[in-house]
């Protein structure tokens, strides 16, 4: 026992010590940010301006398409497809005569080719200018529309679910974007601790330590102290981000005006219905961070937290022992290594397509039976779990599943310690699936 | 004087091949043993059985004289396999200690342990070096550290000299005699047979996993000698016939011949004797372990070097 203590020491150490680990922990939240970051700034600014000459065969549209800042309509004369381009016009958009109500097909031709949300503007602003017509015809204003569209806004839905005797107001975006944020970020790190202890294993065998190592200790243990060091230095990981997002959160709260914060705190207190008339009224900006607080309050957080770190584990413990029998018959080919890691891979890939699914629909069958299921349990339970325990999982689910992953842990670990033992000693030959599996399931 | 090891009819039989097929033999405290094989013939299977890494399918190990338990004679034991190497990243002397732990020692205890041996072998300087930074000789000679820093009372040797220059070689070997004059007992295995006859007291020669030989160097040599001398005479006489024995080779002054059965040394030189030829020096040529070696193996197949998983 104490000698896998020794082994899990070293491997934990001998990374987290390493520099590059602190520069991965901390660059990859920031790297992350500044991804969602760009794709959105590239996203509002990569549009291009568009000059577009309408040719209306209805004179109606004149004065009707609004002009946006990228999109400037004109409806100049003798203009057709054959001289648009020497006019100055990058494209031009042929509308045929209506005839009744019978589906038409507007023509938009261009230079080069028109981007997607370039395309949805057009079409959404001719959508617009048909509507204003009908509605014209109809004997509506449009300003009037939309005067009544604001008013009636005061609505506002909030979905309670059942939990015991009380019910507890649930948002199902926020449960989409957990499930979905902790599923992701367990297929995630499955695969990068999982290659860590693969690689782990192919160092120690390419290294010739091997031998050296299992004169002293045996090779379970020499297995299981690996597979637990980087599990710790993955828990540790994680540790490091939770804190640096405490972190940034609170020194967020020191740029929000003070006077912002006493009105949340009002809203808070009056459970976001400030009675007409009162000493203070709430701005947009509190009213704002009231909602995200409020919103974020819905989530059994205790229960998720807890939940994820037993699924990460119990996940991680489920796929590293595998990887590492994969490592263990791995000879200096890395090749090798990407074949045998085939039927390993496909089912933690097939689970995130579920858990995708299961994010959506949390209640179906095939998401209820994948998250009992420990091949996938991991990442699915962790999709429904969002959803609200008992409500969405019952709480038998929610054992069965847990117990499972013990289990399929123990199972796995068993043998693939079996696959270990054997291939990490052996050089020079290629094993196949058929023989690791002779060797799993062979007596003593 | 006790046996530290002895071996009862062990097997170990692969899904192909029989990798040790019956094999017994003793091993002195305190003696330098050699265990000799061509490549496959089972030499590595039999010091993982020794090493408790591998379980024998049937046949017993006593160690210093009782059922051998690997969990806990593990400590009495230091193993330096063929295969060896290093975690390349490590520091040197946080690997050596890294290693002394896991054998079972405390770190105080470790911690001293490494700085003998490190002075020892003037490897001081070389703490906070990384193992990657070090010449194949010079991790050799860590491995051999780490090999016998816990004091074991049994250290299995398997190619201990490859790769090391003739200087290292030469310590390397100085300290083995020594740990065998405190009482360890060295089981070396080598195809090296130079280092054989000059290192060893007992020897083992396996084949196709089976033992084929077992004595004392002395012993061995006694048993496989042709009866062939080597002869000087001042001059050669053109003609030499003779009853007792047959020349088989001729150089200027010298002659190579075999006594036939049934006569004595003395013989031969009773026939120069007689012709009045001065003769400068007469000795028995012994065979070299590496011609007995060849001579036993040879036409055997010996397989190839391919592990062969456990059935």
Known sequence: MNKILIIIQREYLSRVKNKRFLLTTILTPLLMVLFFVGATYFAIQGKEDHKIAVVDQNGFFKGNLENTTHILFEFPEAVDTTNYIQKGYTDILLIPEFKGTEKINYIIRSKKRIGLTTEEAISRKIDEAIEDKMLQDAGIQR?????IREKSQFAELKSLEEQGDTAQESNAALSYGIGFG?????YITMFIYGAMVMRGVMEEKTNRIAEVMVSSVKPFQLMLGKIIGIGAVGLTQFLMWIILVVGLMAAAQFLIPHEVLDQVNTLKQYNGQIPAGGMMQAGDTAQNIYKIQHTMSTANWPLIIGCFIFYFLGGYLFYASLFAAVGSVVNEDPQDAQSLMMPITMPIIFSFIIMTNAVQNPGTPIATWASIIPFSSPMVMMARIAYGVPGTVAYWELIVSMLSLVGGFLLTTWLSAKIYRTGILMY???VSWKEMGKWAFRKN | MSAILQLEHLKKHYATQKAV???SFSIEQGSIFGLLGPNGAGKT???RMITGIFYPDSGSILFDGRPFHPEEDIIRIGYMPEERGLYKKMKIGEHALYLAQLKGLSRS??????????????MESWWNKKVEDLSKGMSQKLQFVTTVLHEPKLIILDEPFS????VNANLIKDEIYGLAQRGSTIIFSTHRMEQVEEICDHIVLVNLGKKILDGTVGNIKQQFKENKFSIKLSE????IQSESFTVEERKDHELIVKISPNHRSNDVLQHFLQQQIIIESFHEILPSLNEIFIGLVEGTSATTRAFQQPS
């Open chain 2, 45 to 47: 299977t039999l010091l």
């Open chain 1, 143 to 147: 300003a009037q529309l939309d005067s």
């Open chain 2, 236 to 239: 050669l006489p053109a003609v």
């Open chain 2, 163 to 166: 790769g090391l220059d003739p």
């Open chain 1, 182 to 186: 902790s599923g992701m970020l367990i």
């Open chain 2, 109 to 122: 205890e470790a911690m001293e342990k490494i700085r003998f041996w490190f002075k020892r072998l003037e």
């Open chain 2, 21 to 23: 097929d019956d094999i």
């Open chain 1, 428 to 430: 020079g030959k290629k």
